[in-house]
């Protein structure tokens, strides 16, 4: 199904918004009730999300419910140009609403006591959820939802941001034509051994998503100021041969400035900078995203020495731009190029120590 561009951003910034949408399950059903566009083109835009796993999705009473997920959100920020500390409203910190039942029940019920125990559970515990269920007179058929039901969502969620992103990467090295070509050529780079791990499936990208739960608390214990992570009582820093071990580096020991050549204007151009980023004022993920993409139409066409090797160029940066050396602005210095343009010597640099004083 073909949506407009206009409605597609409506329904983002909503979801974006919001962090959660739903739908009724209803093809016929004219405007979407939250966002000013067919509640069709609501559901077939949520489920390309689902697909890419930038949504989760529930169902319930002839609803769907889809909640923004951390992947997700990173590519929202990216499609709607939004600034890295915009964040959806479910992750930002809620206060607890004053007054209320103290001891939960439907409004105008009788005031409870406390719950009684036996042992560590709550003594009669389904009957909370039996009382607050429809009351006598207020509609509703049995087994279904009640006839004013109104789709809500309860969530609590704490915000984590970051931008490297390993499962990403893994899910874009499926999509590209890895020749044997190809692969001799990624030998050569110092992230060989992670390549490979993702080619040949020894990498479960399912335990690599950014909202992965052990992900998540591990970073949760980092210490920025202390540049430690605090864990059971222990200070644990890591080192740049620690990210060698853990990425599988294979590199050499010398140094790498990125700051010798800024901007487009003070360098000169590489043979591969002119073939696939001739026109790129700031080398951000998306240029080199659509070089991916060039890339691999043409090889699969021909595939001669000099694609392949731009090929192998441009997944080297876009390992950089996306796991390694991520920013707010999705962007890498030109001096990249320069880094990644003879691959026969681009192992020679010690890229441990640069990722870990990024």
């Known amino acids: ?104 029940g439907p409004p105008g019920d009788r005031p409870r006591d406390p719950p009684r125990f036996e042992g ?17 007179g207020e509609g509703g058929e049995k087994g279904g939802a009640p006839a004013d039901y109104q789709p809500a969502f309860r969530m609590d969620l704490k915000g984590l941001q970051y931008k490297s992103n390993l499962f990403g990467i893994a899910k874009e090295f499926e999509t590209a034509n890895i020749t044997d070509s190809l692969k001799m050529e990624l030998m050569k780079t110092p992230f060989w051994t992670l390549i490979e791990s993702m080619l040949e499936g020894t990498l479960d990208k399912h335990i690599c998503r950014k909202s992965d739960l052990s992900i998540c608390k591990i970073l949760q214990t980092y210490n920025k100021d202390e540049e430690v992570f605090r864990i059971k009582g222990k200070d644990i820093k890591i080192y740049a041969e620690d990210i060698r071990l853990i990425f599988g580096i294979r590199d050499g020991n010398i140094q790498i400035d990125v700051n010798k050549h800024k901007t487009a204007r003070m360098r000169n151009k590489t043979a591969f900078e002119t073939r696939c980023f001739p026109k790129v004022e700031r080398l951000t993920k998306r240029e080199i995203n659509n070089a991916f993409k060039r890339l691999n139409n043409i090889e699969s ?47 020679e640099y010690n890229w441990a120590a640069h990722i870990f004083d990024f």
């Not at 073909?2 to 329904?11: C, D, M, S």
């Not at 002839?62 to 500390?85: A, C, H, K, Q, V």
């Not at 560590?120 to 009382?131: A, C, V």
């Not at 390694?324 to 880094?339: C, H, R």
């Open 120 to 136: 560590d559970r709550p003594r009669f515990g389904d009957r909370d959820g039996y009382r607050g269920g429809p009351r006598g």
């Open 301 to 347: 066409k021909n595939p001669s020495d000099r694609n392949v090797q731009d090929m192998c160029r441009v997944l080297v940066l876009k390992l950089l731009v996306s796991l390694f050396l991520p920013n707010n602005g999705s962007n890498l210095p030109f001096a990249y190029l320069e880094y990644v343009e003879d691959l026969e010597s681009i192992a």
């Open 1 to 104: 199904m073909t949506i407009p561009e206009k409605n597609r951003r409506e329904i983002s910034k909503y979801l974006f918004q919001e962090g959660v949408c739903y739908a009724k399950k209803d093809s016929n059903l004219g405007k979407h009730p939250e966002i000013d566009v067919p509640n069709l083109q609501v559901i077939k835009l949520m489920q390309s999300f689902k697909y890419k796993e930038y949504v989760r999705e529930t169902f319930a009473w002839m609803y769907y419910y889809w909640y923004l997920t951390i992947d997700g959100i990173e590519f929202l920020r990216t499609y709607l140009n939004l600034p890295s500390e915009a964040v959806p409203a479910t992750l930002l910190k809620q206060s607890k609403p004053a007054g209320g039942r103290p001891f939960g």
